[in-house]
């Protein structure tokens, strides 16, 4: 289990490598502003120390909650994160700047 994220800026690559591996991801809304995820589906947030704990219980004690969180995190890594994902922005962003 990764230590909460108490600085963020941009997006936080702690979230979407636990998020990629599977983990069932709580985060502050700090580590959730630089993503296009969904509160509840791909992960779920809180800030203050109460709400985020019980955030973590909720997982821990919901097993089917931690599966849908993790299936869901995979999944939006997959189809917003990775490499070729990416590369395909790249090479739009290439093309667009060419064509002019």
């Known amino acids: 289990m990764h230590p909460p994220v108490h600085y963020a800026v ?3 690559n702690k979230v979407l490598e636990a ?3 599977g983990t069932p991801v709580v985060c502050s809304v700090a580590a959730f502003a630089g993503l296009d995820a969904h509160k509840g589906e791909e992960v779920l947030v809180a800030d203050d120390p109460e ?3 019980a955030r973590v219980l909720q997982v821990c004690l919901d ?3 931690a599966e849908r969180l993790s299936a869901a ?3 939006y890594v997959e ?3 990775s490499w070729g ?3 395909g922005k790249l090479v739009a962003l290439y093309e667009l ?3 002019q």
């Open 51 to 53: 709400a985020f704990a």
């Open 85 to 87: 994902v990416q590369a």
């Open 79 to 81: 189809s917003h994160h």
């Open 19 to 21: 998020m990629a591996m």
């Open 73 to 75: 995190g995979r999944k």
């Open 10 to 12: 941009g997006v936080q």
């Open 97 to 99: 700047a060419t064509a």
């Open 63 to 65: 097993p089917a909650l």
